[in-house]
């Protein structure tokens, strides 16, 4: 091979492999966030102007499915085609990234600059596209880094991922200046200068709120968080229902021995519908009733359990009652022994997971997508409306909190909205409840981990710090943790059988309970109350870009090829 095509094969192969390479072991569980620094800098570097768009971009796109596919691996075992589909649909996201690049460095402008715009930018999309896949942001790597994150009161997530791009950024050009004797520019120093300036105010305002942040905070509830080890393939069978709920029982007794007020209960562990227009319709010996039954009274006397499980929605067809809707719902049943009549519907639903697209669009395509999805039978869930703000009381003294089902916990505009409702009320926590059994192995009889599960509990650290928010995470598989206003994973507990470190909460041996006491924090931040404005600026700051890149391809100097 000759010397031209080593060269061209380094920059369109090599360099975007070693990004991805990095991009990955940035995040949980590697946990590797130094990479997360200069993961971009390869690839800032390979969006050469010289390239051949037709060789840069199919190169790109290749080495970015590549990507994806490794990093989703966890969600083959849910649906295979989702899985396969959703790769391709991420990995357009490398060549409108290298597009967008190489415009930027042929008109020489600074990468310290443009990059984080680049970068954040297409996270902003991703958060908001078919649905929103908020993951793998470089944010995220830095969920360890609490001083660094602090700044998501303010920004959001993306305001990390901003800084972080922009040391990408100020990197790649002081190489490319390094490769052509240009070091010494005066702009040099102006880029260092200012990055160091963000940096060092982000820094100081981080450091700031660690050591400030006591005079708003305060003594909540205790709470209690049970966790099952149960993989889906065999949740999902309607025989192993009873004795999954005696598991949740059985939990749940020692959290009101050791005083928690309520107790949570993963995401759909009760295998039946529970809400009471619907029983009203079923036998007393049905399974449905039964289950509500032996909730109820175990409630009684004890405390609150706030339980995972469906709800139907009953319609007449010729004057008989027929099941309508599917919601995937949080029920709250209270120490009087009753149902709360409140109840919260899932919002944010999982495509291929929770529902099935194309079912009236495409109907051929929604058979043949259905035929290898990993239910056998018609399950497409409605979204529900409401964000439900339950409470909890004893000794006269009442907290309320939201519920957050599954995903929902990755998706910052859902939080917000649950955190503080339209009369400008803020709750005083939420709970996280999720079934993370589809996403492990089953080996030998043994549950094991899959990356997904620490990355989510990484996901979450953000959430309470957008909103300073406490976060109960009761995870069916783990993790299962108690996260504070600043960010802080809580490893210790003051009762339970879990592990003490919060990350080693899954696995083989991963059932079990804690009951800790919630930190309250009485500020609104300005996330809050404003949401994802610099969302909002970056996205639409990527968009111009990369149609600025197009007009320019067709229309202007880009149209000739010419080179840097």
Known sequence: MSGPKIKTLFFIAVLPALSAF?????????????????????????????????????AVFGIWLVYWLVNLYWLIGVTFPGYLAFGLVQACYGPVL????????????????????IVA??????????????????????????????????????????????VNGLAADILLDVFSNQLRRLTNFVKVAGVGLLLGLNWFYGIYQLNHSQRFLSDGPLVGSVQTNVPSHIKELSENGPAILQTLLDLSEPCFNAGAWMAAWPETM???????????????????????????????????????????RISTSSGEPVAADQYNTAFL????????????????????????PFRQTLPRLYDFIHRLSPYDYDYNLTPG?????????????????????CYEDTDSTLCRKMVLDKEGRKADFLVNISNDGWYVRYKDGKVYPTVEQAQRMAITVFRCIENRISILRSVNTGISCLIDPLGQI????????????????????????????????????????????????????????????????????GKKGNPL
């Open 22 to 58: 990095l991009l990955t072991i940035c995040q949980a569980p590697y946990d590797q966030a130094w990479a997360a620094w200069f993961a971009w800098v390869p690839f800032l570097l390979a969006c050469r102007p010289q390239l051949s768009l037709k060789k840069l971009l199919p």
């Open 98 to 117: 290298a597009f967008a690049v190489r415009f930027v460095r042929r008109k020489r402008w600074p990468l310290t600059v443009w990059a984080p715009l």
């Open 121 to 166: 930018g297409a996270e902003a999309w991703q958060s908001v596209l078919f649905t929103g896949f908020s993951w793998y942001f470089l944010a995220h790597s830095q969920y360890r880094n609490l001083p660094m994150i602090q700044i998501c009161d303010i920004f959001g997530q993306l305001g990390v991922s901003v800084l972080v791009a922009a």
């Open 270 to 312: 009760v295998l039946a519908s529970l809400n009471p227009d619907y029983l009203y319709y079923l036998p007393p010996e049905s399974t449905a009733r039964q289950f509500d039954r032996q909730i109820r009274q175990f409630a009684e006397g004890r405390g609150s359990l706030l339980v995972g499980a469906h709800a139907v």
């Open 333 to 356: 049943y209270e120490p009087t022994g009753q149902q709360n009549p409140s109840r919260y519907d899932k919002i944010h639903l999982v495509p291929f997971g929770e529902y099935i």
């Open 385 to 405: 409306q409401k964000y439900t703000r339950f409470s909890i009381e004893k000794e006269g003294r009442r907290y309320s909190f939201g519920v957050l089902i």
């Open 490 to 557: 809580r490893n210790e507990y003051l009762a339970g059988t879990l592990p003490t470190k919060a990350v080693l909460r899954q696995g083989p041996d991963a059932e079990g309970w804690f009951v800790d006491r919630v930190v309250l924090d009485s500020r609104i931040t300005l996330f809050t109350r404003w949401g994802r404005r610099l969302d909002g600026v970056v996205g639409i700051t990527f968009l111009g870009v990369v149609l600025a890149a197009l007009a320019d391809k067709l229309y202007g100097d």
